[in-house]
């Protein structure tokens, strides 16, 4: 057995395991499920992580994350960084979980607030590039470190950032599939963002194909089994 085959036999091993799947919690529950100390660490680095991968794909230039269209857009008309419109439109977001009554968590108001923190420094840092390979490497960098940056906040199992908690708040009370609640909102957020000036091109298209798919193979590295998992 090759070294390919034992990792991917690894990866269905964990993908399989009934301790590295994800818990329904609420709020307090989240907190008294134990491992903290490894679960809000993960968290934070996850939520770091994903700022970087925002600011990669900006810098890409060929299209950002449906939900960044939006705050592209926003940002052009308003005084307002890039960064400080992702906190922002997060805290209007979460205004709309009150009438869903929807639960925020530990990990809900550190996404709302720590991923608007580090992006717009990770732009700034992130040098801007010319040529169309640089420039896809950035997006598929970007890309790829998204998915794994959503797969280590999620996997710590501390609640769902504002718009992700939107999405299953929405499908829950509505009684729809929450692919297509999730389709309906990023087509309308992309809209929006496009119009007041966002930029829409094939990373955007790319991100909504493919982020699925890759949060879901690291999933089941990153997801901390809870105190009292058997």
Same mark, same amino acid.
Do not use: H
């Given at each position: 057995m090759n070294a390919v085959t034992m990792t991917a036999e690894r990866a269905r091993a964990r993908a399989a395991d009934p301790r590295r799947q994800l818990t329904r919690l609420g709020p307090l529950d989240q907190l008294r499920a134990g491992r903290l100390a490894r679960r809000v660490p993960q968290l934070l680095v996850g939520l770091v992580l994903y700022g970087v991968s925002m600011a990669l794909l900006v810098r890409g230039t060929l299209g950002v994350m449906p939900w960044d269209v939006l705050h592209q857009g926003v940002a052009r008309h308003l005084p307002l960084t890039f960064g400080q419109v992702v906190i922002a439109v997060s805290v209007v977001v979460l205004l709309l979980w009150i009438p869903i009554r929807q639960a925020p968590g530990l990990g809900t108001i550190a996404n709302a607030v720590l991923i608007g923190l580090v992006v717009d420094p990770a732009i700034a840092m992130v040098p801007e590039v010319e040529g169309l390979p640089a420039r896809a490497a950035l997006v !598929? %960098?970007?890309? /790829? @470190?998204? #998915?794994?940056? $959503?797969?280590?906040?999620?996997?710590?199992?501390?609640? =769902?950032?504002?718009?992700?908690?939107?999405?299953?708040?929405?499908?829950?009370?509505?009684?729809?599939?929450?692919?297509?609640?999730?389709?309906?909102?990023?087509?309308?957020?992309?809209?929006?963002?496009?119009?007041?000036?966002?930029?829409?091109?094939?990373?955007? !298209? %790319?991100?909504? /194909? @493919?982020? #699925?798919?890759? $949060?879901?193979?690291?999933?089941?590295?990153?997801?901390? =089994?809870?105190?009292?998992?058997?």
């Open positions: !598929v %960098a970007g890309l /790829l @470190l998204n #998915g794994a940056a $959503t797969a280590m906040y999620i996997g710590a199992q501390l609640g =769902p950032g504002p718009r992700d908690g939107l999405m299953t708040g929405l499908a829950r009370r509505t009684g729809r599939s929450i692919r297509l609640v999730r389709t309906s909102l990023e087509v309308a957020v992309v809209l929006l963002g496009w119009a007041l000036g966002g930029v829409l091109g094939i990373a955007t !298209v %790319a991100y909504a /194909l @493919l982020i #699925g798919p890759i $949060t879901q193979a690291m999933l089941p590295w990153f997801v901390v =089994p809870l105190e009292g998992d058997s």
